[in-house]
């Protein structure tokens, strides 16, 4: 099971980043993908998901509407695309498989976690 997100970094506000999880195939093909965030001194908390197909995404509500979810099945891939980012997004990104093909909210539900990437946004 090998999960790794990369894509992080030092932006201003208002910018956008694309973080990236590259997951073996055989962990992800069939799971639920979530990302998943922890600023400083913070619980980690959830921030997007998606089900196995790339369908049904749910989103924290600190990040609706700014934030996109998607996947890419035969390669592996989750994307996480944040636009308009905003100071209190700072914080490590990480990116985690499902037991289940459902798209979860729940830490729980999430056996397999790959390293974190960091993104600091500047005001």
């Known amino acids: 099971v090998q999960l790794q997100a990369f894509g992080g970094g030092l932006v201003q506000a208002g910018d956008s980043l694309r973080l990236s999880c590259a997951a073996s195939r055989r962990t992800s093909s069939n799971n639920g993908m979530g990302w998943f965030r922890q600023a400083p001194g913070k619980e980690r908390e959830f921030v997007a998901a998606?089900?196995?197909?790339?369908?049904?995404?749910v989103y924290a509500d600190s990040v609706k509407g700014r934030f996109t979810i998607s996947r890419d099945r035969n390669n592996g891939m989750v994307y996480l695309q944040m636009n308009s980012l905003k100071p209190e997004d700072t914080a490590v990104y990480y990116c985690?498989?499902?037991?289940?093909?459902?798209?979860?909210?729940?830490?729980?539900?999430?056996?397999?976690w790959g390293q974190g990437t960091e993104v600091t946004v500047s005001s």
């Open positions: 998606i089900n196995w197909s790339g369908g049904s995404p």
């Open positions: 985690a498989a499902a037991r289940s093909a459902r798209a979860s909210t729940s830490r729980n539900d999430y056996p397999y």
